[in-house]
């Protein structure tokens, strides 16, 4: 193997290898810029034609400049090799990050709509990628998506030169980023529903993958879909779950991850933590929970702030009550606010469920939780309370990972659990 290619190119290590070829990173001795070298094997020099299509593929990429596709500067013979001189990304594969787990909706289809970009180019072009795959799409720190290794199928075992072929890759891509893994396919050809492994799909989405897993060269009868349609449908699915109306004692209130690591920071919590005292609504909250009634309680206003959802949002009276009520209740302004808002975030849960924002089960698991840390509050032992809360976030966090929580559910959740964060007693 030659360390300076085409007398220009300096190779300095490995990045990778597959099959036919070794790519390198090296340097551009004449213009100092950082670069990568595909260096192609011995056996792949026996098919002359595949090597004659791979100068014209690059050749054909070359004069794209597409932003979402590698760039390709050079491609010559050095030595018996062949070589190509690429774009050096300075990120990682795809594959790379699959290997940490599935991605946030969102996410994933921003890469896979980057992906038909290039694709949409490359085709109209007249070239077919015909085996993409993870470890040929490159995500680099600004966002974009480059898509790599044209022409290195022609130098494999002989895959169809359709489109479609690509199409079935971006399918099964974007299934492999939802799901965490590639799409288990029965002996019939079937793939179980998307929306059955991630609740945060919405059906737009999830029938477009299905779409695109059908679209297939081995299936005549398949579905026709171009690069460029699935890059519009991808870039017009909406957002799942829906956006609801809120309503909200104050502007909502958004957590940021240094407020929500402050379940991992007690010192820090207790220098923030509003100082509250336990009056008998904390009392009245566990009777009501073990079905005995309450003694009202008098304690100092302070303020409240629950989040309601409601649809629609009702707008509540303003003009005074012409007579007082000949019942006093406990008013939700005299009471203390961790314990309001551990039960207001317990009444939320039904609603979430109903939403499909969280599994019943998850719902239960959390309730019993939230009621332990409630009894806490009751029986003024911060600390129990304090360590039951921070189980109870780690738990949330687990159950989100899980995919038991979706993203927006988990939103809801983590601003809750923010918001008692702050007003536990220290």
Known sequence: MPTLVGNRFQLDRMLGRDAVSEVWSARDVHLGNPVAVRMLSASALDDPVALRRLDAEARAVAGLAHPNTVAVYDSGLEGGHAYQVLELVDGPSL???????????????????????????VHAAGVVHRDLGPDDVLLGPDGVVKVGGFGI????????NDPRTDLYAVGWLLYAM????????????????????????SPELAALVGQLLAVNPANPSGPALSA???????????????????????????ATAAEWSRWRRPAILAAVAVAVLVTLLTVAL?????????????????PTIIETVTEPTATPDA??????????????????????????????????????ELTSRSAQELDRRLGDAARSVAANQPTAAWNTMQVTADRVVRL????????AGYDVLKAALAEIADALPH
Do not use: F, N, Y
């Open 400 to 407: 989100h990972r899980q995919h038991k929580i979706t993203d």
């Open 286 to 302: 566990v009777s009501r929970d073990r079905g005995r009634p309450a003694a009202a309680p008098s304690a100092p206003a302070s």
């Open 228 to 254: 460029e349609e699935a890059g519009r449908r991808l870039t017009e699915a909406p957002e799942w779950p829906p956006a609801r109306t809120v309503a909200v004692g104050r502007p909502r209130h958004s």
């Open 319 to 356: 003009s005074p009550s012409p007579s007082p009520s000949p019942t006093p209740t406990a008013s939700a302004s005299r009471a203390p606010r961790a314990a309001l808002l551990i039960a207001a975030l317990r009444s939320r849960l039904p609603g979430l469920v109903q939403d499909g």
């Open 178 to 201: 939802l799901v965490g893994g590639p799409p288990p396919v029965d002996h019939h050809g079937a793939v179980p529903a998307l929306r059955d492994q991630r609740l945060d799909v």
């Open 153 to 160: 199928a022609h130098l494999r075992a002989d895959t169809p």
């Open 95 to 121: 594959a790379a990050v699959l290997a940490a787990g599935p991605l946030p909706a969102t996410r994933a289809v921003d890469i896979a709509a980057q992906i038909c970009a290039a694709l949409s180019a």
